[in-house]
């Protein structure tokens, strides 16, 4: 579980190493968000430079009572790979090293850029790799992210982008007192439902050809009190605006600073942004992509910027990055699972989208 390793990539590192990759090894942080464990491998040192990104943490499994078997045992029941990480995301990341371990073209490089932090705050894993990558020269032509966007059946689904997310805490000081008496004191209650009304009856933008609108959404409200006939001292909320490339997250958290000041003098806004909004717009890449799908499954995918956030919301920074993996209906569920058979279908498109990228005639560079 997440940022715990428990020798995963190691696996990985062995099966790539007999593929004839050369494999870096990264251990970065410390608790309480670390030590995360990063891998990055390449074969090949010329371009067109094709990269895979995955990652090998999970999410905790949950009650293990709820579990009908063992999460981490990888068992196989009806024709389905039942345990914690089946669609997100190892079986893609066993898909795309087995296709990656089978094609070998002439020229360019293959890799594969691995971290144990997508799970978790993010803040060791790839980006510290991409810096890495980066300085070294191992910097992609193209990424594919193997998460696992596919809805109904595989292939149905593609992510050529991703909305951005701010995280803000928003806390209002009043004067505590007696509720009998409220001359004497100042309920920060009464400030804060002012300032998440404004915040939620706010239009932040209409949605565009490629995205939705975005939205703001409450997530916790709190003010502690320990009688009901106390006006308390403060009062907190949390929020989440998930949005569009109509706006940067510091204009959004800056807007929400603003509206919360224009209420009360006595609000505290604290934002972080997790990730902007991107787009890598269709043409291509994303046509090698769509047609290596199609050719395999006999479905013809929709391109999507729905959902949450990636870690491609950091390797769009070095290249043009697409998502494309196995069925997430079951993704974080007790009980995750996907079919054997649509992990054999995967590498054989990951297979086919190398082979047409360093064919000869491809134009996808």
């Given at each position: 579980m997440t940022p715990v390793d428990a020798g995963a990539q190691d696996v990985l590192a062995s099966a790539l190493q007999a593929a004839g990759f050369t494999v870096w090894r990264h251990v970065c942080g410390e608790a309480p968000d670390g030590p995360v464990h990063n891998l990055f491998a390449r074969r090949g040192d010329s371009g067109p430079h094709f990269a895979f990104a995955g990652h090998t943490?999970?999410?905790?499994?949950?009650?293990?009572?709820?579990?009908?078997?063992?999460?981490?045992?990888?068992?196989?029941?009806?024709?389905?790979?039942?345990?914690?990480?089946?669609?997100?995301?190892?079986?893609?990341?066993?898909?795309?090293a087995a296709a990656a371990a089978d094609v070998q073209p002439q020229t360019g490089s293959i890799s594969l850029i691995i971290t144990g932090d997508e799970e978790g705050p993010a803040t060791y894993g790839t980006k510290r790799l991409l810096q890495w990558m980066e300085a070294e020269g191992h910097v992609p032509?193209?990424?594919?992210?193997?998460?696992?966007?596919?809805?109904?059946?595989?292939?149905?689904?593609?992510?050529?982008?991703?909305?951005?997310?701010?995280?803000?805490?928003?806390?209002?000081?009043?004067?505590q007192g007696h509720v009998a008496y409220p001359h004497m004191a100042e309920n920060p209650i009464t400030h804060l439902v002012q300032i998440l009304s404004r915040l939620q009856t706010a239009t932040l933008d209409e949605g565009n050809d490629w995205f939705?609108?975005?939205?703001?959404?409450?997530?916790?409200?709190?003010?502690?009190?320990?009688?009901?006939?106390?006006?308390?001292?403060?009062?907190?909320?949390?929020?989440?605006?998930?949005?569009?490339?109509?706006?940067?997250?510091?204009?959004?958290a800056l807007w929400i600073e603003e509206t919360a000041r224009g209420v009360t003098e006595r609000a505290e806004v604290e934002a972080i942004i997790s990730g902007e909004s991107f787009l890598t717009p269709p043409g291509e890449f994303s046509t090698l992509i769509a047609d290596s799908i199609e050719a395999e499954t006999g479905v013809q995918p929709t391109l999507s910027t729905s959902g949450g956030t990636s870690d491609a919301r950091f390797i769009r920074r070095?290249?043009?990055?697409?998502?494309?993996?196995?069925?997430?209906?079951?993704?974080?569920?007790?009980?995750?699972?996907?079919?054997?058979?649509?992990?054999?279908r995967l590498s054989a498109i990951y297979r086919r989208i190398l082979s047409g990228y360093f064919s000869p005639e491809a134009s996808a560079r």
């Open positions: 943490d999970v999410v905790p499994t949950g009650d293990l009572s709820h579990w009908d078997c063992d999460p981490f045992a990888a068992e196989v029941k009806d024709g389905m790979l039942v345990g914690r990480g089946a669609s997100d995301m190892k079986s893609a990341i066993a898909a795309f032509d193209h990424c594919l992210v193997g998460e696992p966007t596919s809805r109904a059946v595989l292939g149905d689904m593609v992510k050529i982008g991703r909305r951005g997310s701010v995280n803000a805490w928003v806390r209002v000081n009043g004067a939705q609108p975005s939205n703001l959404e409450v997530t916790e409200i709190l003010a502690p009190n320990p009688a009901h006939n106390i006006i308390p001292a403060y009062a907190e909320a949390r929020l989440n605006i998930r949005f569009n490339d109509s706006h940067s997250g510091r204009d959004l070095l290249c043009p990055v697409v998502e494309f993996g196995l069925v997430g209906a079951s993704m974080h569920k007790v009980g995750e699972h996907v079919a054997v058979a649509d992990i054999d």
